[in-house]
């Protein structure tokens, strides 16, 4: 008996388990798991976009993406994003984004120098809109400043690359300016109020003392009336 009782709690405990997952992982999936491309270009002079890699994300709401990268950089890919870092040309990256007629895309760069300093390792932010529109990116090499140091090329073979994701926030925001200047004002108002109303007691009060005077007088005389009339 007590066996078959602490066995069907356990299944229970089992199927709520299972439920639970079930939700999070549908969770999961309607949040805005989806893949963007992303191209870069570091080639001196007009820029040349080619195939970086993908940014996978699998939670909009979560903040959680990645980067996987399409190949690793080739000796002349290497060569060539030194060469720009040495006259400090600008790194670029950009993600097409599908919008009305023919391929549009939101793009950023940097300092060739941060890139190539860091050992390509880097910071990729995407920013979307409410709806899961790609709105933007940016893009940053770790490295606190190009101090111009020679990166061997065994350190610039595989990218580092870390993916922020952030989402618009949502529903109509309450204007926090407004609100902190009118607390501010009344704020002020309760303090000036406090020391400079100087006025005497009856000046401050008299539209309250005045009504109860006035029902005192009717009163008293509807009194003496009333006691007039029983005698
Ligand atoms: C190259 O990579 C190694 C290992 O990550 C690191 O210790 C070294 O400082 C790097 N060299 C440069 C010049 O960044
Ligand atoms: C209240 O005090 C202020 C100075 O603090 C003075 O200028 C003002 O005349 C006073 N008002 C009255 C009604 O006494």
Redesign the pocket.
Known sequence: MATSIMISSISWLICLNCVFTAGVLLDDEFEGSRTLGLEHSFSSGKPEFTKRGTVVIQSLKGNKAQFTPASSMSEADIDSLKELAKKDGLYRVRIPIKDGDGPTFVSSATRACAIVESGLQDEITVNFDQSGEVLGVSIRGLVPACSGVDVPHSNLTAWKTSVEVYTTVSGPSPDTQTYIDKMKRDEQEKIKNQ??????FL?KYWMYIVPVVIMMVIMSSADQQGQGGGR
């Open positions: 020391d400079g109303d100087n006025r005497s000046a």
